[in-house]
Every structure is written in C-alpha cells, then in structure tokens.
C-alpha cells in the first residue's frame, strides 16, 4: 500500500472516548466524531459515521465499555448496574437492523456481563473494554486471512467489480471484499478497480473509490446503471464484494444492488465472489427472506444536492439492502477458507469446526 491506511475506529486510552471517522464527511474531510457515551456510538451507527458490517459491530462493543463506565459512577448496586448496561445493550442493537455482526459482537459483550455480573465495577468495565479491543483485534485478523484465501482466486491484471465499500473503512482492518486487492497489490499484483457509486448513499464514490485511490490501487467509478454495459465493454473479469449477513443456505444481505449485479455476473459468465468474515454468518435463518432488511428513509431517493428530485407524495420503495440467493454465489471467501456450493454443505462443515466464531 502507498501510504497510511485510515483507522475508521481508535480507542483513545487518555480520555476513555472512542474516536471514529466520521464517513458522512468523505471524501472531502477526514475529521474525527468523539463518542463518550453509548448514546454517542448509537447515534454514530446510525446517522452511518461508522457503518460496515464488522466496523459497526466493533463500534457497538466498544460502545457497551462506555456505558459501563458511565453505569459503574452512577451506582454501586451491581444489579442496578448490570440493568443499565443491558438497556445499552437494547439501544444499541436497535440501531441497524440486518447487519449480522452487530448482534454477534452485543452477546459477546452480554456474555463478559453476565460471566462477571458481580465483579466491581471498575473490574467490569475494564473486562468490557479489554473485550471490545479483542472483537477489534480479532476482526484485524480476519481480514487478513480473507485477503490471503481471497487472492488465490485473482490474477494479476484482474478487472474487478466491487459495490458499496466492503474495504478498511468497513472493517477493524484491511476489509473483507478489498482485503484480496490490498494482499495481491503487496505482492506485486496489478488490478483494475471499477466501482459502482452505490446509490442511494454513494458509498462507493465516496469511500471504495477514496481508499482505493489513497492505497494507490487504478479505480474506475461508474454509476450504477453502468454495470452490465461496464462488464461487457470493459472486459470485467469478476464481481467480489461484501456481506451484511449470511444464511445457512448462502443466502447474502449485501447493500442494495448487490442481486443485479449477481444476475448480471451470471448471465456474462463471470464468477461472483461474496467475502465475510464467520460473524456475518446468522446460524438461525436459512432463508434470505427471513432476513431483516434495513429501509432509508425516503427522502434518500425523493432529494439530492438539498433539492427536491420528486413528485410530492410520490410512493417509494428504498430498501438499504437486497438479498441475493445462493445459487448466484461462486464463491463466499471467509477467514477459514473459500466456501463452494453446496453452501449449506460446507458452511456447516466450518460451523462444525469452529462454533465459537459464528454469528
Ligand atoms: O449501509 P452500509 O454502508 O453499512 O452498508 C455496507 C455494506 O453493504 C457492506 O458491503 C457490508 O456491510 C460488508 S462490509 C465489510
């Protein structure tokens, strides 16, 4: 990589705050929102400052450290204590509704409350944050396994497609979908990057395309619509991009626009990579319908630019995410591997194998 990759989410230890990028100022300003409160982080997560799958359930557990703190000077009751954690822990997870990691990263945190809910609370609350770091840390890893299985499946020159941004501003590292892009350029691989601008919320044009390009890496930015023409013009190779939650079927929540592409990848012969770590995987729902899908509010689509773009009181439909089927999927890259189908197969052979590190 060219230069210094961003830190989308830091603990500063002198002052017991956690400091996240704040994305809705990208690509124009890198500036820092300060979150002292749980309240601060829930706010964070849902105005999208930090936003990502993993990077939000990362958010999230630091978020519960915060008010365990706060709990821990308000009262000495431990019962009373552990309530006002948990209520965080309610308002948190009601922040963004598909994303798989965020409830992954809450019972982990639920689970160091209820193994300590005696502790004092001093002793809770460092637990809770050594916890936090952990998830972080531990996300950091994951990353990096996904890009080392991931680029097996590139070659060098590659023309990739990718969709919102699945990249480090996503993750607690070097992304899931950009992870295989980041380890195969540090090999000495060269690849075209064409990203879809990602409407309603442009997080490809204003976050993949930014990373891409402050890593060095050759992007193309192209609208949405451009996709199909782009894959047939410009002699696209594969699609490989993110995942907000997956079934046990292989069903994959991914933002919205992620299930043309897939269609489109079929019917170009093209193959479609999904890359997530196991804390995406929900091990409760085998069908892609009973995921619950996120809506914007409609005036993502009703405005732009401060202006009025529609009809007053015209109908709308503004999904956030859409939900592909298994049988589009080439491939899911994961930290434990490359998954093929039949993916109820083998995403219960990993769940097998490592019980702990699932959703
Ligand atoms: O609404 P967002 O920006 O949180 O949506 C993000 C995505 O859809 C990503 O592709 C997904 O979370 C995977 S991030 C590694």
Known sequence: MRQKMPEPIQWEIETNTLQLLD??????????????????????????????????????????????????????????????????????????????????????????????????????????????????????????????????????????????????????????????????????????????????????SRLTAWELTQAGIDVTLISDNTAAYAIRKKNIQCVILGADRITTHGDVANKIGTYNLAILAKEHAIPFYVAAPLSTFDPTIASGDDIPIEQHDEVALTESFGKRMAPLRVKTFVPAFDVTPHRYITAIITEKGILRPPFRDAIARVRADCDGEFG
């Open 23 to 204: 994305q809705t100022r990208l690509p124009v300003r890198m500036v820092n929102l300060t979150c002292r409160t749980h309240i601060d982080v829930c706010r964070a997560i849902k105005r999208l400052s930090v936003r990502g799958a993993p990077a939000i359930g990362i958010a999230a557990a630091y978020g519960v450290s915060l008010a365990a703190f706060h709990a821990g000077l308000e009262t000495d009751e431990p019962a009373q204590r552990n309530q006002m954690i948990l209520h965080a822990i309610r308002k948190l997870s009601e922040t963004r509704p598909t994303a798989m990691n965020l409830f992954w990263a809450l019972n982990q945190m639920k689970e160091v409350l209820s193994d300590h809910k005696d502790a004092p609370s001093d002793e809770l609350a460092s637990l809770l944050l050594r916890k936090a770091y952990q998830i972080h840390e531990d996300d950091r890893h994951r990353c990096e396994q996904i890009g080392e299985h991931g680029v097996e499946l590139l070659h060098d020159r590659y023309r990739i497609l990718t969709h919102c941004n699945a990249g480090v501003l996503a993750t607690g590292g070097i992304g899931t979908a950009l992870a295989p892009i980041y380890v195969g350029r540090q090999r000495g691989m060269i690849f075209h990057l064409f990203v879809d601008e990602t409407r309603p919320l442009l997080q490809g």
